[in-house]
């Protein structure tokens, strides 16, 4: 099962990386100095990256492990370790040595004004994570 958020939410979760890239670019553009150069051009390759990720955040469900890309990370968790999908949202689990963890489902994250539509959208993927970890203890 793939979960994702809506295409127009894709877009604007990778305006987080878009925004400061272009006023990278136009700073390189304008710097004086090589050294001025070449630093805005790894902010602008790391706000790239952060561009690519936001657009891509979600969660990939197989049979036995979850996958949660994040803006930084992305985690694979196994199934029999999710102990509850929480109404931030965000999953609570268990790492191999018994450590309580926690992973905030960005891509679900619900923001002041957003279209009810695309609330009711991320509120069902939120529903159907929740009815995913349950299978897995039943």
Partial sequence: MELSPTPLNRLANSCLGVVPAVAGIAYAAQADHAVSRLAAGLV????????????????????????????????????????????????????????????????FRASPGEFPATRLRKERAVSKLRRWARRGHG
Avoid: K, N, Q
Avoid at 66 to 81: A, F, P, Q, S
């Fill in 44 to 107: 602008v390759i790391a706000f790239a990256v952060l561009a690519v990720r936001g657009y891509r955040l979600g969660v990939t469900c197989e049979h036995a492990r979850m996958t949660v890309r994040g803006y930084l990370r992305t985690r694979v968790i196994d199934r029999e370790r999710v102990s509850e999908v929480t109404d931030f949202p965000a999953v609570r689990w268990t790492d191999r040595t018994g450590r309580a963890r926690w992973t905030p489902l960005m891509a």
